[in-house]
T-cell receptor, first 111, second 114 residues
Framework: GQNIDQPTEMTATEGAIVQINCTYQ??????LFWYQQHAGEAPTFLSY????GLEEKGRFSSFLSRSKGYSYLLLKELQMKDSASYLC????????????FGTGTRLKVLA | KAGVTQTPRYLIKTRGQQVTLSCSPI?????VSWYQQTPGQGLQFLFE???????NKGNFPGRFSGRQFSNSRSEMNVSTLELGDSALYLC?????????????FGNGTRLTVT
């Protein structure tokens, strides 16, 4: 079947580094996406991995291991504005393309 | 460039009624998909439209339907509303329906069924 798991909540301190893990099971993997969603707002695209390895984009990096069905989002130099939910999504090509989302990780950044 | 626009932002309906939600994608985007977001379930895929054709459908009952117009605008309809339909309904558009094409979400319509 298709399944995505990520922690429900995490807490970290301003200026620190936090890693949000995501594991997935899908038969037609076609890319992994990370989205950020502030409370009451739309999810916004953060990063995309289709090949194994690390993709870096400023303070945000995302890693993928297809053989392990595993990804993580790394946030460096945490700021208060990073308090949000982080959604892991897999693009699946079984049949026609569709996205499968995890339930999201709510990150609280403390001063 | 204007983002994805969803109307209305908030809706309150009673059980048994029906509701229509609207979504205008980013200009040039031909793929529009709909998601239901609830605290316990996260984002659940409803359906996707591309060039006025439904390309994919999630595991929702037939009370949930949608369509896409020639200008790529999309509507979603829910008939015979149930209390469990209370959720945030998100529309997302993308440039194409395949390969790498991230989703761009609207702010959603918050539906409350009483």
């Amino acid at each position: 079947g298709q399944n995505i798991d990520q922690p429900t909540e995490m807490t970290a301190t301003e200026g620190a580094i936090v890693q949000i893990n995501c594991t997935y099971q899908t038969s037609g993997f076609n890319g992994l996406f990370w989205y950020q969603q502030h409370a009451g707002e739309a999810p916004t695209f953060l990063s995309y991995n289709v090949l194994d390895g690390l993709e870096e984009k400023g303070r945000f990096s995302s890693f993928l291991s297809r053989s392990k069905g595993y990804s993580y989002l790394l946030l460096k130099e945490l700021q208060m504005k990073d308090s949000a939910s982080y959604l892991c999504a897999v693009r699946d090509r079984t049949g026609t393309y569709k996205y499968i989302f995890g339930t999201g990780t709510r990150l609280k950044v403390l001063a | 460039k204007a983002g994805v626009t969803q109307t209305p932002r908030y809706l309150i309906k009673t059980r048994g009624q029906q509701v229509t939600l609207s979504c205008s994608p980013i200009s040039g985007h031909r793929s529009v998909s709909w998601y239901q977001q609830t605290p316990g379930q996260g984002l659940q895929f409803l359906f996707e439209y591309f060039s006025e054709t439904q390309r994919n459908k999630g595991n929702f009952p037939g009370r949930f339907s949608g369509r896409q117009f020639s200008n790529s605008r999309s509507e979603m309809n829910v008939s015979t509303l149930e209390l469990g339909d209370s959720a945030l309904y998100l529309c997302a558009s993308s440039l194409t329906s395949s390969r790498y094409s991230p989703l761009h979400f609207g702010n959603g319509t918050r539906l409350t069924v009483t």
